[in-house]
């Protein structure tokens, strides 16, 4: 098997070169780029052409004197290239002395590339290639971010250049003297390593646990050691350049977590983006990662909203949209089964009987800790609730696995479903495991159901509308905003479930205050940003990126709100991170 692995990477790699050979070719500007005409023009080619006609335009220079760091730190992924050199380049053109933070094979393991530099060499690898081959995904990489960073003339901040010959020597020896389980905590510089290390792993390895054995171990290990050296290049890299602001996606994993918590332990402002699930969106945050800002966001800064008829219809008509897709950059049901009665019969169901209906994440997505949780996990969140139920068989339980498992564009090698026939091989008639590919509306379940119950799922907020009786037994973003029930121990969920029908729906207030609070989430923490887009192509987001500019000085015209709210976040004008 690692044979003929070997085999079929080196053949991937020839095709992909010869690719590039043929693309270069079909993109070039002295051929007049015929491969535009029926190809996304990738994005260093949009560039070439946006800038071959800069007319020399002057624009004020209200970022004189900033440092400010984009962080992509690899060059994989164009669509998060697109953002991040669009607003860099508008931060450059007022003047701030812009650079792109890349790791230039600095580190051992990152999320593109779990065998990173293979220093030292990742011999527990499943995924081993022949020496020639060893580098490929470094080296394209690196290629990759030297070619955007030489195009838009935005110069590099390249971690490789700060790297010392002792530094994987201090990893390991500072490894090999703690306890490095998977349930430790470990904390390096005040930094906690093991929080980056181990939602990285679950995310390369697309589970929710970590298996006990000698590959997972491994690939925990070697993130480990990746955090370490990164935060040793950090350190250097920032007495060089010090930054007065940085942006970087997510917040989370090895790449943006460390840089994070760094950022924050070293008083640098960072800010976090994201795209949302609304198209033609970002969403920000300041100094922590969005995933936590919506839980501690202050309810004062949407609860006082005074919403007109028309905003109101506007929250109505996007979640209707919802069931069936349209709206948003990913549809998990395109074909949903919208009938209550026949969603009831397919499950064979008694509609006499009371009906609860969990609704479950992805494991590995986003794998953040939460102190507030009163489950250990999203697994024994689902355990204990099925052995619940099995005790009170007068209940029926509907379990609906995330349909992102199998129709959003992630994949997982731990499927929910197998991980609950793992625990119960049988399941009593009043429990039904929906799974992910299934057509059944996850909405008109709930409205179908005497109780939903939502861990994390954004699916909370749309139920809230409805208005379904909600409970939420973990760190869905909804939690505490006053129209959800909330259990703060396990003794208060399971009284909960064990009278369904006692649990009221929303109130004419508490819907008036959901609306509030999805026009904050929907449209004002959701900005609109014009200036890039990224089709949607099947199941989930193309890899094609469009700058939506033929030239700088549309790019600093300031018709752009979400571009503007960006950049004036990075240059410290605004504390804001949402539309005003």
């Known amino acids: 098997q690692g044979f003929f692995f070997k085999v079929g990477?080196?053949?991937?790699?020839?095709?992909?070169?010869?690719?590039?050979?043929?693309?270069?070719?079909?993109?070039?500007?002295?051929?007049?780029?015929?491969?535009?005409?029926?190809?996304?023009?990738?994005?260093?080619?949009?560039?070439?052409?946006?800038?071959?006609?800069?007319?020399?335009?002057?624009?004020?220079?209200?970022?004189?004197?900033?440092?400010?760091?984009?962080?992509?730190?690899?060059?994989?992924?164009?669509?998060?290239?697109?953002?991040?050199?669009?607003?860099?380049?508008?931060?450059?053109?007022?003047?701030?002395?812009?650079?792109i933070l890349s790791c230039a094979t600095a580190l051992p393991a990152c999320q593109a590339n779990i065998s990173g530099n293979n220093i030292p060499v990742f011999n527990e690898s499943l995924f081993k290639k022949f020496s020639c081959n060893e580098s490929d995904l470094c080296n394209l990489c690196v290629r990759n971010l030297d070619v955007i960073s030489k195009t838009t003339k935005i110069p590099q901040l390249k971690l490789r250049g700060f790297s010392e010959h002792g530094d994987l020597k201090v990893a390991n020896e500072f490894l090999n003297s703690r306890d490095i389980s998977f349930d430790a905590e470990i904390l390096y510089k005040k930094i906690n390593i093991s929080e980056h290390a181990k939602s990285t792993a679950l995310r390369v390895l697309l589970r929710g646990t970590l298996e006990d054995n000698l590959y997972c171990k491994a690939v925990y290990r070697r993130f480990l050691v990746a955090a370490i050296l990164y935060i040793e290049t950090l350190e250097r890299a920032f007495d060089d350049f010090r930054p007065d602001s940085i942006l970087a996606v997510h917040g989370i994993y090895l790449e943006h977590g460390v840089l994070r918590d760094l950022a924050k332990r070293d008083g640098i402002e960072i800010v976090v983006w994201g795209i949302p699930y609304r198209q033609g969106t970002l969403i920000a945050a300041v100094n922590d990662t969005y995933h936590r800002q919506y839980m501690e966001e202050s309810n004062e800064i949407w609860s006082e909203l005074k919403?007109?008829?028309?905003?109101?219809?506007?929250?109505?008509?996007?979640?209707?949209?919802?069931?069936?897709?349209?709206?948003?950059?990913?549809?998990?049901?395109?074909?949903?089964?919208?009938?209550?009665?026949?969603?009831?019969?397919s499950l064979e169901f008694d509609s006499k009987k009371p009906l609860v209906s969990i609704f479950t994440n992805v494991l590995w997505d986003a794998q953040i800790f939460y102190s507030s949780n009163i489950f250990d996990s999203l697994l024994d969140w689902i355990n204990e609730t099925i052995a619940y139920y099995i005790r009170n068989p007068h209940i029926q339980l509907a379990v609906r696995i995330h349909p992102a498992e199998s129709k959003g564009g992630f994949s997982t090698k731990q499927p929910l479903a197998e991980e609950i026939r793992k625990v119960f091989p049988l399941l009593p008639n009043n429990i039904k495991i929906i799974e992910p590919q299934s057509d059944i509306s996850s909405i008109i379940l709930s409205d179908a159901s005497d109780l939903s119950v939502v861990y994390g799922s954004n699916i909370a907020l749309e139920i809230a509308l409805r208005p379904n009786p909600l409970v939420i037994a973990g760190e869905a973003y909804l939690k505490?905003?006053?129209?959800?029930?909330?259990?703060?121990?396990?003794?208060?969920?399971?009284?909960?479930?064990?009278?369904?029908?006692?649990?009221?729906?929303?109130?004419?207030?508490?819907?008036?205050?959901?609306?509030?609070?999805?026009?904050?989430?929907?449209?004002?923490?959701?900005?609109?940003f014009k200036s890039v887009s990224i089709p949607i192509s099947g199941k989930k987001l193309s890899r094609e990126p469009k700058l939506n500019f033929n030239n700088l000085d549309k790019l600093m015209d300031g018709s752009d709100s979400g571009l503007n709210l960006m950049t004036d976040l990075l240059l410290g004008k605004t504390s804001v991170y949402y539309q005003e």
Request: proline residues 4%.
């Open 9 to 99: 990477w080196l053949v991937k790699s020839i095709i992909k070169y010869l690719a590039r050979v043929v693309k270069r070719i079909g993109f070039s500007k002295y051929l007049g780029q015929p491969f535009s005409f029926f190809l996304p023009t990738p994005l260093n080619y949009q560039w070439n052409n946006i800038l071959k006609d800069d007319c020399g335009s002057v624009f004020v220079k209200d970022g004189k004197n900033k440092n400010i760091l984009m962080a992509p730190i690899y060059g994989f992924f164009e669509g998060q290239l697109a953002y991040e050199t669009t607003i860099g380049k508008n931060l450059q053109l007022r003047g701030a002395n812009v650079k």
């Open 307 to 345: 919403l007109s008829e028309n905003q109101i219809k506007m929250v109505q008509d996007y979640v209707g949209s919802k069931i069936s897709g349209g709206r948003d950059i990913v549809n998990y049901h395109p074909n949903p089964i919208l009938d209550k009665n026949k969603i009831l019969n």
């Open 480 to 528: 505490g905003k006053g129209f959800s029930i909330d259990p703060s121990s396990k003794q208060d969920y399971f009284k909960i479930l064990g009278d369904p029908t006692s649990v009221m729906a929303n109130t004419k207030d508490q819907v008036a205050s959901a609306q509030r609070y999805a026009y904050h989430y929907y449209f004002k923490r959701m900005f609109s």
